[in-house]
C-alpha cells in the first residue's frame, strides 16, 4: 500500500495553504495525461457510477406506485406521504452528505470512498428487498442507506476527473453527467418489467446486482502517479483544520454566493416532485396509456440533450450563467404548474421533454455558476454546500406534495406548488445583482476544487473564471 500513489483528495480543504492538499515539494510537475486508456476507463467508470446511482433514484416513481399499492392494501393511513418519504430521504441524503463526502475522500481516498459507497448502496437495496411490507424499515435501507452510499460514491466520481484531464475536462463532465439520464431512459422499464413478473423484492435484488457495478467502477479511480501528490503529515493542529474542512466560512463571506446558495434550496422545493409521482399522476389520469414511463423517460432523454447544450454555452466569454439557470427554473416551474391541467398524452410528452431539457441546463450551470463565484479553490466546497442545504426541501418537497394530494384528491393543487417554488426561486436570485464581484482571494487550482498539484503562491493573482474554459458539472 506505500507503494502507491497518493491523490489529493481533501476535496472540501478551505485553507488557502498549498500544503492543505499536498505538499508542493512532493507534487509532479506534469499535468494530468488528458487522454490514453486508463483516462477514458476512469470516465466510463464515473459514467457507469452516475448512471446506476441516479438512474436508480430518478425512477422512484416505479417503486413509488408499488408501495403505495401495498399500504393501501395493508389499510395504513397516509401511504401516499409515507411511501414518497422512502424516495426523497434518498434523494436528501444524497445531497446532504456531499460535504462529508468530500471530507471523507480527504481521509481515506478517492478509490476507497467510491468502493465504500458502491459497497453500502448495494447492501441498503438488497436489505431492502427482505423488508418491502415494512415502510419505516425501506425508510432507512432504501432511504438513508441507499442515499448515503450514494453519496459516498458520487462525489469521488466527479472529483477524479480532474486527475486524468484539464483540457477536455468540460466535455468529459458532460459524457459523465448524461449517464444519468440515460440509465433513466431504461432503468423504468426494467423496473417495471421485474415488479409484474417477480415482484416488488427481486426486483430490488436486481438493482442490488447493478449497484455492484459501482464499486468496481470505485476501483478504477485511482489518480495517476503524473498528478499524485504525498499525503501531508498531519500536525497538531489537524482536528482544528478538519473541522474548517467541514464548515469552510470562507465561501459564505462571499455575498453573491451566498445569497444563490440561500435561493438554490427554494427553487429545488419541489423539483423532485415530478419524478416521484409522474407515474402516479399517469395512472389516474390517462388509463388507456400503455407506456405510462415515458414522459419519464422523454424527461431523461432531453436532460441529457441540455446537459451538454447549456454546458457548451457557460464555457462561452462573458455569459451569464445565473441568467441561464434562472432561465431554466422559470420555464420548469411554469411547465410543472401546466402539467396537472393537461388532457392529452401527447402533450404531456411534450411537456416532459421541455422539462427535461431545461431540467439538464440548470443541473449543468451549478459547477459553472460556483467557479464563477467562488473561484476554483473553493467550487468543490460552494458546491457541496449547496447540495447540503438543498436537501432538506429536496426531501420534504414530495411528502408535502403527497399530504396534499390526500387532502385535494388530485395531483392540481401538489403540481401548482412545486412549480412556484422554483419561480420564486429564480426572482430571488436577481438580488444576486445586487452585490459586487468579491471573489474570494483563489490560487491557481485544477478544475475539481483541489488545491494545485504545482504549487503557487498566495500571493499571486487569481485567475480570470469568465475567460476560463473548463467546466464541471454537477452529475444528477
Not at 489537524?238 to 473541522?243: E, G, P, R, V
Not at 427554473?329 to 410528452?349: A, K, M
Not at 488545491?451 to 474554459?469: C, E, R
Request: hydrophobic fraction near 45%; charge should be neutral.
Amino acid at each position: 500500500m506505500e507503494s502507491e500513489p497518493r491523490e489529493a483528495t481533501d476535496l472540501l480543504a478551505g485553507s488557502q495553504k498549498t500544503e492543505a492538499n499536498g505538499n508542493p515539494n512532493h507534487a509532479s510537475k506534469r499535468g494530468p495525461p488528458d487522454g490514453g486508456f486508463r483516462a477514458y476507463a476512469v470516465m466510463v467508470g464515473s459514467f457507469l457510477t452516475n448512471g446506476l446511482l441516479f438512474g436508480v433514484i430518478n425512477s422512484y416513481s416505479v417503486i413509488f406506485t408499488e408501495l403505495v399499492k401495498k399500504l393501501n392494501d395493508a389499510y395504513i393511513p397516509n401511504a401516499e406521504s409515507r411511501a414518497s418519504l422512502v424516495g426523497t430521504l434518498a434523494m436528501g441524503t444524497t445531497f446532504f452528505l456531499s460535504p462529508l463526502s468530500g471530507v471523507l475522500t480527504g481521509l481515506m481516498g478517492l478509490r476507497l470512498t467510491a468502493v465504500l459507497g458502491g459497497t453500502i448502496a448495494t447492501a441498503g437495496l438488497f436489505i431492502s428487498s427482505f423488508v418491502v411490507d415494512h415502510i419505516n424499515a425501506l425508510c432507512f435501507t432504501y432511504g438513508i442507506m441507499y442515499g448515503l452510499g450514494a453519496s459516498f460514491a458520487y462525489t469521488p466520481s466527479l472529483a477524479i476527473l480532474g486527475h486524468y484531464f484539464k483540457k477536455k475536462l468540460g466535455l468529459v463532465n458532460g459524457i459523465v453527467t448524461i449517464g444519468s439520464s440515460i440509465f433513466t431512459v431504461f432503468i423504468p422499464v426494467v423496473m417495471d418489467a421485474m415488479i409484474r413478473n417477480h415482484g416488488l423484492d427481486w426486483m430490488l435484488r436486481l438493482l442490488a446486482l447493478f449497484s455492484c457495478g459501482i464499486a468496481l467502477c470505485g476501483l478504477l479511480f485511482n489518480p495517476t502517479p503524473l498528478t499524485a501528490t504525498e499525503k501531508p503529515i498531519r500536525d497538531d493542529d489537524s482536528i482544528k483544520s478538519l473541522l474548517k474542512s467541514i464548515v469552510n466560512i470562507e465561501i459564505w463571506k462571499n455575498k453573491k454566493y451566498r445569497t444563490w446558495a440561500l435561493c438554490m434550496p427554494v427553487a429545488l422545493f419541489g423539483y423532485f416532485v415530478p419524478y416521484v409521482f409522474i407515474n402516479s399522476y399517469i395512472d389516474k389520469t390517462f388509463t388507456e396509456v400503455s407506456n405510462k414511463n415515458l414522459p419519464l423517460q422523454c424527461i431523461a432523454v432531453t436532460s441529457g440533450i441540455g446537459r451538454l447544450m447549456f454546458g457548451y454555452l457557460a464555457d462561452k466569454p462573458g455569459m451569464d450563467r445565473i441568467f441561464l439557470q434562472q432561465i431554466s427554473f422559470y420555464v420548469i416551474g411554469t411547465l410543472t404548474i401546466i402539467l396537472p391541467f393537461v388532457q392529452s398524452f401527447p402533450f404531456l410528452v411534450a411537456i416532459s421533454l421541455g422539462m427535461g431539457l431545461f431540467d439538464g441546463a440548470f443541473i449543468a450551470l451549478i459547477g459553472p455558476i460556483a467557479f464563477e463565484l467562488c473561484g476554483r479553490n473553493y467550487a468543490a466546497q460552494a458546491i457541496g454546500c449547496m447540495l447540503g442545504l438543498a436537501a432538506f426541501p429536496l426531501s420534504i418537497g414530495p411528502p408535502v406534495a403527497a399530504y396534499l394530494y390526500k387532502c385535494y384528491g388530485s395531483y392540481t393543487v401538489p403540481f401548482i406548488l412545486a412549480g412556484i417554488s422554483p419561480l420564486v426561486g429564480a426572482t430571488l436570485m436577481f438580488f444576486v445583482r445586487l452585490y459586487r464581484h468579491n471573489d474570494v482571494q483563489e490560487i491557481n487550482s485544477n478544475a475539481n476544487g483541489h488545491l494545485p498539484l504545482d504549487s503557487v503562491n498566495i500571493g499571486d493573482a487569481p485567475d480570470t473564471l469568465l475567460g476560463n474554459k473548463t467546466n464541471q458539472q454537477s452529475g444528477l
